[in-house]
């Protein structure tokens, strides 16, 4: 069980940038039990989760404002320096960019159930959409063998299915 005593300390640790992973190296320079190093690292472990998932909330709404990974690849410095220090603080370079990839995954997986639930939906005339500014972002088929243009919004924040 932890006590507040650990959990004091294991907040402690943290901001000081000790991880879970440094279990033995804790037990060595602070004199810790195995148990009591176990509930710290527990602690430590949930807290890094924490960041990680406020960091996830923060990527996904820049992805939500266009930010695509071959923007933020292809310029890493403004990506980072776009995240606010408090979703980056506690989390190295290393977890923010393992974030970003589950996130993306995650959105992509989300697009695809998305473009599948809509295209059963709704079928819109291709010559409106595109001139307000649509592009086409890939092709379907539905059930019955027709083909369809998924177009994605000028903003790119909305996908629909036209009839080819």
């Known amino acids: 069980m932890m006590t507040?005593?650990?959990?004091?300390?294991?907040?402690?640790?943290?901001?000081?940038?000790?991880?879970?992973?440094?279990?033995?190296?804790?037990?060595?320079?602070?004199?810790?039990?195995?148990?009591e190093a176990d509930e710290i690292c527990k602690e430590l472990a949930e807290?890094?989760?924490?960041?990680?998932?406020?960091?996830?909330?923060?990527?996904?709404?820049?992805?939500?404002?266009?930010?695509?990974?071959?923007?933020?690849?292809?310029?890493?410095?403004?990506f980072l320096d776009r995240i606010g220090e408090e979703y980056?603080?506690?989390?190295?370079?290393?977890d923010i960019w393992r974030v970003w990839k589950n996130v993306l995954e995650i959105e992509e997986e989300a697009t695809a159930k998305e473009f599948e639930d809509y295209g059963k939906l709704k079928y819109i005339n291709p010559e409106a959409f595109y001139e307000e500014g649509w592009s086409i972002a890939g092709q379907a088929e539905d059930e019955d063998g027709d083909a369809y243009d998924i177009v994605l919004s000028a903003d790119k924040t909305e996908y629909r299915y036209t009839n080819i």
């Open 4 to 35: 507040m005593n650990n959990q004091y300390s294991a907040a402690s640790l943290y901001d000081g940038g000790w991880r879970a992973e440094d279990r033995d190296q804790m037990i060595d320079e602070y004199g810790l039990t195995a148990d």
């Open 47 to 78: 807290m890094k989760d924490r960041k990680e998932m406020e960091l996830a909330g923060e990527l996904d709404e820049m992805i939500a404002l266009g930010w695509t990974d071959e923007e933020a690849r292809a310029n890493p410095e403004a």
């Open 88 to 94: 980056k603080e506690g989390l190295t370079e290393k």
